[in-house]
């Protein structure tokens, strides 16, 4: 059975498509859309909030849940940008580069592909989420949030994101390499 936080974690799942539908769909003349979109991911980072608070408070941690919440975080960040480079039908300085996804993108498959090569290799895995990491989910929300609310800040906060995303990636790097090593020994 299904615990509170995993049910969150499916649920901000099934809020993707939704998203997806909005700004897909979304145009200057349909700006209604832009706004329902924002909510949908306010939503979204509410839930993701909300199961992590349950599940440190409630004792609800779960094998399952360690592995949903953060494929829930990564489908929905990665299908988001995604999206939004892919519209252009907003404001030009609030169109996101090929570039800035590509980045995201790439840390999460290195990423994804590293934990799957330490668990091949080991038989095991060791993951914990580092402030960095969080630091990164953060900023790249908040990146979404600001395209979407069309904040002057917006390029800022880009800019800081795609820092930390860099930052990240390679310190998730160096700590896999250090857990694949120690097992080697």
């Known amino acids: 059975m299904l615990n509170l936080a995993n049910k969150l974690s499916i649920f901000r799942i099934l809020l993707i498509p939704l998203f997806v539908a909005t700004i897909m769909y979304y145009t200057p003349e349909k700006d209604y859309l832009r706004l329902v979109a924002i909510g949908i991911f306010m939503l979204a980072i509410f839930s993701d909030a909300l199961d992590g608070y349950i599940a440190r408070v409630k004792g609800e941690r779960t094998k399952l ?13 990665i299908t988001v940008y995604i999206c939004l480079s892919l519209v252009k039908t907003f404001p030009v300085q609030f169109e996101l580069a090929p570039w800035v996804v590509i980045i995201v993108i790439s840390r999460d498959a290195i990423i994804v592909l590293g934990l799957v090569s330490i668990f091949l290799a080991c ?17 790249q929300m908040m990146t979404v949030l600001a395209l ?6 917006f390029l800022f906060i880009m800019y800081a994101m795609v820092f930390f995303t860099v930052i990240s990636g390679i310190d998730y790097i160096r700590i896999g390499s250090r857990q694949f090593n120690e097992t080697e020994a």
């Not at 849940?65 to 489908?75: I, Q, S």
């Open 65 to 77: 849940g360690t592995f949903l919440d953060p494929l829930a975080d990564k489908l929905l960040l």
């Open 123 to 139: 038989g095991k895995l060791n993951v914990s989420p580092t402030i960095l990491g969080k630091s990164t989910t953060f900023l």
């Open 148 to 153: 979407l609310l069309q904040l002057r800040a």
